[in-house]
């Protein structure tokens, strides 16, 4: 049937008010609209709703059987239609966002801390796991949106930059590099690298820097946390590519972080799936992000010089 949200609201308020004076000036209409409204929903229904006099306008028997169900569903799409308004005029409900467990531990308990003060009324739900899991995770829609290490251009993926973290060298106080201000990317061929295993978003990125800079570094050992990572370097195993945020290094390891020359580094972004609007709760998340890139750039190179 083509009648409209209108005719029903001002059918309702002609029968409450029981003339259309009143209705329309409850609704902002004038009373031949009111009145015009009326009759094409009674056209539409085929339907005689309100009886008219000169002196009174009241509900027939069949605008009486209709009036309490159509208030009802009213007022429950009035309340539907309030809470959506609210919901885009703040920030709330639940957001889910996936991220490395490095850049879970150095970033997101700021960003946690700043949504809790900014938008009391948004509920944060962190996904804790590794890159691939995370890309995936955007991808199905599991989560509302990424932060993750730079992952590979993909058209079906909205990226934003938040900060870029540099790589260092990581070896111990007695190693050869140690007493050095700076290490060139040369003076590691053929040292053994502990690494991160391919999990993580940063091994492809290391990898392509030992190839560009034509290196040779066997790769003693690979693991799945920076904290394993440092421990093996302490015991001599060898030396680590790792990047900034993945520091500060263990107090009582006795080793040391240089900066890597020429500097190399990786970016760290928000991913979320590309032509699917986020709901308001987390586009504001996904901004106060964004405006957070200054403090978490400065809580990145706090991080690589402790």
């Given amino acids: 049937m083509n009648y409209t949200l209108r005719q029903l609201r001002v059918f309702r308020k002609v029968a409450e008010h029981g003339g259309f004076s009143r209705a329309g000036d409850e609704l902002g209409l004038t009373q031949p609209a009111v009145s015009r409204a009326v009759r094409e929903l009674e056209e539409t229904l085929a339907l005689r709703l309100l009886d008219r006099t000169t002196r009174e306008v009241v ?4 605008g009486r059987r209709l009036l309490p169900k159509l208030a009802r569903a009213l007022d429950e799409l009035d309340e539907v239609l309030a809470t959506a308004r609210k919901e885009g005029g703040q920030a709330m409900g639940s957001v889910h966002v996936a991220s490395s467990p490095t850049l879970s531990a150095s ?10 003060t900014r938008y009391p009324q948004l509920s944060l739900h962190l996904q804790d796991q590794v890159q691939r899991l995370n ?5 199905d829609g599991t989560v509302d949106f990424g932060l993750v290490v730079e992952p590979e251009p993909a058209d079906d993926l909205e990226q ?13 106080v007695d ?15 053929g040292e053994p690298l502990v690494l991160l295993d391919g999990s993580s978003g940063s091994r492809p990125l290391i990898d392509q820097l030992l190839l560009r800079h034509g290196l040779d570094c066997p790769v003693a050992q690979q693991l799945g946390h920076s904290n394993s990572v440092f421990r093996m370097v302490a015991a001599g195993i060898g030396v680590s590519v790792t990047p900034g945020l993945a520091m500060p290094l263990p107090a009582d ?8 020359s020429p500097r190399a580094s ?23 992000m964004l405006e957070m890139r200054g403090e978490l750039q400065r809580l990145a190179v706090a991080a690589s010089r402790t």
Avoid: G, Y
């Fill in 266 to 288: 990786r970016r760290i972004v928000l991913i979320r799936r590309r032509n699917r609007t986020l709901s308001p709760a987390a586009e504001s998340l996904w901004r106060l």
């Fill in 160 to 172: 934003e930059t938040v900060l870029v973290d540099d790589f260092w060298l990581v070896c111990r």
């Fill in 135 to 139: 890309v995936e995770a955007v991808r």
């Fill in 175 to 189: 190693h050869r590099l140690a007493e050095q201000e700076e290490v060139a990317w040369r003076q590691l061929d």
């Fill in 107 to 116: 970033l997101m308990p700021a960003i946690i801390a700043a949504s809790r």
């Fill in 59 to 62: 509900p027939t028997a069949a």
């Fill in 253 to 260: 390891c006795r080793l040391l972080a240089k900066p890597l």
